[in-house]
Each structure stands twice: as C-alpha cells, then as structure tokens.
C-alpha cells in the first residue's frame, strides 16, 4: 500500500487505456510519423481523462524513448529553445526512436511568456520526432497557431461507469473488500477525473477493505467548465453520457447559454433540416424557461437542460469535422446598447411619475411629449428643476 495506485496501476499498453479511440488516432499518428504533413499532436481534455498516461504507454508499447517537458517550466522563448530545442538535435541512444511530450501547454501564454508559442510553433516545423501536447482547454486565441500545425485528439470526460469499473479491478488484485455503492459514489464524485478518483480509492482503504462511511466524506469534484467546452461537447457529441451533463458545471445560466446556442449552430450545423431540428429543440428549452419564470416550478429545469443538450446533439445526422471558432453573442451587446439609449429616457419618466403620481407606463408615454415642450426655455428650467434632472437627463432632453 506504500506504491501509489495511479503509479502502480498505471496502463502498460494501449489495451489496458480507457479511451480507446483516442489512443489509435495517436498512436497512428506516431507510427505514421514520417508522412505526417503535420508535425504536432494535440491532445486534449479535462484533467483526469488519461491524457499523459497514454503518451507513456504507447511509447513503451512502441520501444520509444520519452521525453517530458512541463510547459510551466518552460514559459518564454529562450527556455523553449534551450530544452525543448536540446531535446530534438539529440538522437536517442537505446530505443528506436523518441517522442517529446510538452505536458500542460496551457501554460506557455501570456505577457510573461516572451513568445513561447512562436517558438514552440517553429520547433515543430523543424521537428524529427513527434511532438506530443496536451491541454485541458485548446480553443483560446493564443493556440490559434499550434492548432493549425497540430493534429487535434480529443480525450472525452469518463462516464462514472468506466471509472467504477477500474475501481472495480483494482480492488480485486489489491483484495480489497468494497461494496457497488461504495465504488459507485467515489466513481460519480469524482467528476470524470479518473486519477483523482483512484486517489479517494486508496485514502479510505484500511486493513484490506474501505472504511466503513469513508467514502461519503469525499467531495465532490464537480468541474466548472467553459462554455467553449460545454459547446464543442454538445456540437460534437453524440454520446448521451457525454453530452447530457455538459452545461451542468458552467457558471452561467440557461439564458446565457441559450444565446450562445443561438449564436453559434448556423455555423456549426451546415445542413439545412439539422439546423431545424436544433432550433426546435432551442425553442422547446426557451418555452420551458418562461414557465419555470412565470410558475416558479424549478423541477422543469432538467426538461431545459435535456433540451439544449442532447436535444441539439442529436439534432444532426453527423458530426461537422471541421474547427469552428465559437464566438460570444451578439445580442447581449445590442440589449446593452439599446438599454443605454433608453436608459434615460426611463430614468425621467420614473422621476416624472413619482412627481404626477401615475405609472411609470403613463409617464414613459408622455416623455415625447414633454421633450418637444422643453424647447421652450421657460418650461425646459422648471421643468429639470421640478423633477430634479442630473445633467446627462438634462442634455438627453435638448437632443433632437
């Protein structure tokens, strides 16, 4: 019990790694090197998902020498061309060939960064070896250029049942006497992070079995997600283990995403009828939200959730393979400026209101009507003063 289980239990061939797909597209890739026309893998993922460990297997199962660089040690130009550059000139001495692994490129960006992602760009240009680098998050603008020179793999978030299932084997050759509840809350809590859920394993383990109540004093590790990530789940995605959960751990709301949504599937969904589809399904979320608002019935949010997840990722026949750059809506920039133009018109029908005593409604309706009196000087000056005008209401009723 000394050894880690993440070490101890660590794949030692692709046979035994949990995203299958993902590692063939890599590991050809590597066998296929030669006639890559790029030169880069990028691979990418949340924390957890086998990223880094399936570089290793393959390397051994390949008899390839592995060089790992962390990219937080490497954060401007001068250090990415020393060590990273170091590590291409040298052939390798013992194995047939190596790969280099550049862990966490989320890391070389920034102002501190002094052009590491040129530098990093250029490398693998000049490259011999594969170069390998993974990411939690590709889609920011500053990897714009790593991702045009790099063959994109995505690593999916593991459902709970594929991480139960390892738990399951890893209590069986550790003879560890464990129950399906048990193995199943630290599976769900572990948030799709399989390592960190192999940690909580072993932390409650004692005298060969889990200690009974253990398991429930582990925190869940729900991820808060971008909502770049949430989209490329739901438009890319057809899994519903995958797709159903991808706007739970988002820190926006329904609307929000809705307007992202809307935003964003004309360029994604290029086929007239799945565009349809998607937008029935956008309209049907859109109809429950006024519900929740108007009846205060928040159990109908798993219908909205349903609706703009797996409702719109199945709304397509196939998957579009090409990169799309998700851009923020436009909308909430138009009802900003639209309630900028307006807002001082409210703000001195409110005070005329509160004056007359009649509704804001009535008082918004006189506003024209009062602005064209105020060309006269006599009413303009006892009128502000009456209803106690700050100066940018003052000017707003001199425009024409």
């Known amino acids: 019990m000394n050894e880690l289980f993440t070490q ?20 050809l890739f590597i066998q296929d090197y030669k006639k890559q026309k790029k030169k880069a ?17 393959i390397a051994k199962e390949l008899n390839l020498e592995l060089i790992e660089v962390n990219a937080s040690d490497v954060r401007n130009s001068e250090n990415i061309n020393e060590i990273l550059g170091n590590a291409l000139k040298q052939q390798s001495l013992f194995y047939s060939g190596k790969i280099i692994l550049m862990d966490e490129v989320d890391g070389v960006a920034g102002n501190q960064d002094r052009g590491g992602v040129q530098a990093l760009t250029s490398l693998i240009e000049e490259s011999k070896f594969p170069i390998i ?49 048990e193995l199943n809350t ?25 200690l009974k109540g253990s398991v429930e004093t582990i925190e869940s590790r729900d991820k808060v997600e971008s909502i770049l990530n949430a989209l490329l789940k739901v438009f890319k995605g057809k899994e519903i283990d995958t797709v159903l959960p991808a706007f739970e751990n988002l820190n926006e709301d329904y609307e929000k995403v ?14 007239k009828e799945d565009l349809f589809k998607a937008y029935d399904k956008l309209s049907l979320a859109d109809v429950f939200l006024s519900r929740i608002r108007k009846q205060q019935y928040w159990r109908l949010l798993v219908y909205v959730n349903a609706f703009l997840s797996v409702g719109i990722a199945l709304s397509k026949k196939e998957k579009n393979k090409g990169f799309i750059s998700y851009t923020p809506t436009t909308k909430i920039l138009k009802i900003w400026k ?63």
């Open 8 to 27: 101890k239990y660590a794949p030692k061939n692709t046979a035994d790694l949990p995203q299958k797909t993902a590692s063939a597209q890599l590991k």
């Open 41 to 57: 893998a990028l691979i990418y993922g949340s924390a957890g998902t086998g990223k880094t460990s399936t570089v290793y297997a």
């Open 133 to 181: 680098l993974t990411a939690n998050d590709p889609w920011d603008k500053k990897f714009s250029t790593l991702r045009m020179k790099s063959v994109m793999i995505q690593f999916q978030t593991l459902n709970y049942k594929t991480i139960r299932n390892i738990l399951k084997e890893i209590c069986e050759k550790e003879n560890v006497k464990n129950t399906d509840d």
């Open 186 to 210: 630290i599976a769900l809590r572990s948030g799709g992070d399989l390592r960190a859920a192999i940690n909580d394993l072993q932390s409650t383990i004692i005298n060969g079995a889990i």
């Open 258 to 271: 809705m307007l992202w949504l809307d935003e964003n599937l004309p360029k994604e969904y290029k086929d």
């Open 338 to 400: 639209a309630n900028m133009k307006y807002a001082k018109r409210k703000s001195i029908a409110e005070k005329l209101a509160k004056k007359t005593h009649c509704s804001r409604r009535k008082a918004m309706q006189e506003i024209e009507f009062m602005k064209l009196a105020c060309k006269s000087k006599k009413f303009y000056e006892n009128f502000t003063q009456t209803l106690e005008l700050d100066e940018e209401e003052q000017d707003w009723l001199k425009k024409e």
